[in-house]
């Protein structure tokens, strides 16, 4: 182990990450310097650290992002001053996040900057060209040079803004193949312990049961048209996860969710957020609202088995993952939760909490009453990867369908019910990607298809358990024995 001028102690599996992988990675401390820069998403300030902050001498650089933050991001009461500006000065080098679309109506490409609070920006074609994938699929982080031109007009409208340059925080270098090559350089120990290191915890503080617990909060990442809750006290971690880990998630804090917001608006001809995310998290779901319940939780539960969802005469597929968190009281002690349930849906709203449809479409229940409570030493101490680097290496192994295969292979679903056999491949599948990436249907050892495997079925065991004493005439607890 060596000791950095930060304080923190570098172990043998940082040491090696840094050997073998020091152009994808940043020293996780180095991102948490500055608590004004809290409304950032976690992968623009790794970004940015990676670009800027040297680990042994890190205030220049921290110096260097506060100055450049200062002098080119936006808060949201300085719009109007923002707009003044670009128009006095021509244009402006603006921070912030960009999303494109296209205005099919008027055959027109229109860019939409939340810090201008404007939708009907114009955009370069080249910006298009070169970005265009990220931007008209859920948008990015960046910098951009917004000109002012009062003289374009279109329907007798002015839109004097233009977007020449863009330029996002992301990493360049991209390879899975490299990604599983590096893999194989690694202990199964060593790369579980840089996973978790990568998602903002310090995997000394943990034994490899909640290790692998925490990657099971990373199969919705990976894992294609995955259902997923997680039931636990709170301050675990959850919301934190599902906000950091990548910006092809979505948080949906409480209040209301319409199938406008969900699905399409049909008023505006524009999808919702199940089209264009990868994970779509109902954090707090005891609190949310549905509107339209019958309507919003009837085309959800399609969704959560087909993949499809219809809105009027329209119909769309998407591969978005849904994810439910919500707190549960807790005996931390003992860490289960308390003996007042009944059953353990009850924490979810009540047009949830007793739907056995909507239920059973649920492929894992993720036992949080098992996590600690996050506090200040369970924080990520050394290297781990770049945030937006993992977070597309993740949606690359969605596309991955070998490790599905291997489970279907190698495990015994006779007499399972199609749900589950479908619920546990498809955690187990997640699992491998992430553990075992470099392995293929071959060579998968039967010990490390057991890991995966098992916690699979218990998790899909644990929700029938609930079923089970909701409706105790239809469903009956099980105890799958697959290998």
């Known amino acids: 182990m060596t000791t950095s001028s930060t304080g923190g102690v570098l172990t043998a599996t940082d040491e090696k990450v840094l050997q073998y992988m020091a152009d994808r990675v940043v020293y996780k401390p180095l991102t948490g310097w500055?608590?004004?820069y809290k409304e950032f998403p976690r992968y623009v300030l790794e970004y940015l650290c990676a670009r800027y902050v040297e680990r042994d001498n890190p205030i220049a650089g921290q110096k260097r992002i506060d100055r450049l933050l200062q002098e080119h991001y936006v808060d949201s009461d300085a719009k109007?001053?923002?707009?003044?500006?670009?128009?006095?000065?021509?244009?402006?080098?603006?921070?912030?996040?960009?999303?494109?679309?296209?205005?099919a109506a008027r055959d027109h490409y229109w860019a939409e900057v939340p810090a201008l609070g404007d939708n009907y920006v114009r955009i370069n074609p080249r910006v298009l060209d070169d970005h265009g994938e990220a931007l008209l699929t859920g948008g990015a982080w960046g910098t951009m040079t917004i000109l002012y031109d009062a003289r374009y007009e279109l329907g007798s409208r002015i839109y004097p803004f233009y977007i020449r340059e863009f330029k996002p925080f992301q990493i360049t270098r991209l390879d899975l193949d490299d990604y599983i090559a590096k893999r194989r350089l690694f202990s199964d120990d060593e790369w579980i312990d840089?996973?978790?290191?990568?998602?903002?915890?310090?995997p000394a503080k943990f034994d490899q049961r909640v290790k692998l617990l925490l990657l099971l909060r990373l199969v919705p990442f990976v894992e294609p048209n995955y259902n997923l809750i997680e039931l636990g006290p709170r301050e675990t971690g959850k919301t934190y996860t599902y906000r950091n880990t990548s910006s092809r998630s979505f948080v949906v804090s409480g209040g209301k969710a319409t199938p406008a917001t969900l699905?399409?608006?049909?008023?505006?001809?524009k999808i919702g957020i199940l089209g264009y995310r990868h994970v779509i998290f109902f954090d707090e779901i005891a609190n949310t609202r549905f509107g339209d319940p019958e309507a919003t939780i009837s085309v959800l539960k399609d969704f959560m088995q087909t993949g499809r969802?219809?809105?009027?005469p329209l119909e769309f597929s998407s591969q978005a993952s849904i994810v439910l968190g919500g707190n549960i009281?807790?005996?931390t002690a003992h860490k289960r939760p308390i003996d007042r349930y009944t059953q353990l849906f009850e924490a979810l709203p009540p047009e949830l909490g007793t739907d056995t449809a909507f239920l059973d479409r649920i492929h894992a229940f993720l036992p949080g009453w098992e996590l600690p409570k996050i506090r200040p030493e369970n924080y990520a101490q050394g290297y781990g990867f770049i945030t937006d680097y993992l977070a597309e290496i993740f949606a690359l192994l969605r596309r991955q369908t070998h490790f599905s295969i291997a489970v279907q292979s190698q495990a015994n679903f006779d007499g399972l019910t199609g749900r589950n056999q479908t619920a546990i491949s498809k955690t187990a599948a997640g699992l491998l990607k992430l553990i075992y990436p470099q392995r293929t249907a071959d060579d998968l050892r039967r010990e490390e298809l057991a890991i995966c495997l098992g916690l699979a079925a218990e998790c899909r065991e644990r929700v029938i358990a609930q079923l089970a004493v909701i409706a105790k005439d239809e469903f009956t607890p099980v105890?799958?024995?697959l290998l």
């Open 34 to 36: 500055n608590d004004a």
């Open 80 to 103: 109007e001053l923002i707009k003044s500006r670009i128009k006095e000065k021509g244009e402006y080098v603006l921070l912030g996040s960009l999303q494109a679309r296209l205005d």
């Open 194 to 202: 840089l996973l978790i290191t990568s998602i903002g915890f310090n």
């Open 263 to 269: 699905f399409y608006n049909i008023a505006t001809r």
């Open 309 to 312: 969802f219809s809105r009027g």
């Open 329 to 331: 009281d807790t005996d």
């Open 479 to 481: 105890k799958f024995d």
